[in-house]
Nanobody, 112 residues
Framework: QVQLVESGGGLVQAGGSLRLSCAASGRIFSINTWAWYRQAPGKQRELVADITNGGWANYADSVKGRFTISRDNAKTTVALQMNSLKPEDTAVYYC??????WGQGTQVTVSS
């Protein structure tokens, strides 16, 4: 079993920054992909960014150049650095491991 716990969400003004972190426990293997998803009110959950075991990162077009995903295999953590935040980035952000496991979500609210 795998448990994921996110932290770092909050309220920030447009143009500001936040850093989300996700700590994992349980049967974690570095070969698997980590990802961050988000879900805004009334919208479907969408992929924000993912990162392979080799460090290859993929980003949604809407966040490219503003967000950076990183992972620490030794500490079994993944982070999402979010810069130049926009009101449309407001959502609940979810950590995902190996496409199967989800954290409880952390709220990010960007005010205009």
């Amino acid at each position: 079993q795998v448990q994921l716990v996110e932290s770092g969400g909050g309220l920030v003004q447009a143009g500001g920054s936040l850093r989300l972190s996700c700590a994992a426990s349980g049967r974690i293997f570095s070969i698997n992909t980590w990802a961050w998803y988000r879900q805004a009110p009334g919208k479907q959950r969408e992929l924000v960014a993912d990162i392979t075991n080799g460090g290859w990162a993929n980003y949604a077009d809407s966040v490219k150049g503003r967000f950076t995903i990183s992972r620490d295999n030794a500490k079994t953590t993944v982070a999402l650095q979010m810069n130049s935040l926009k009101p449309e980035d407001t959502a609940v952000y979810y950590c995902n491991y190996a496409r199967d496991y989800w954290g409880q979500g952390t709220q990010v609210t960007v005010s205009s």
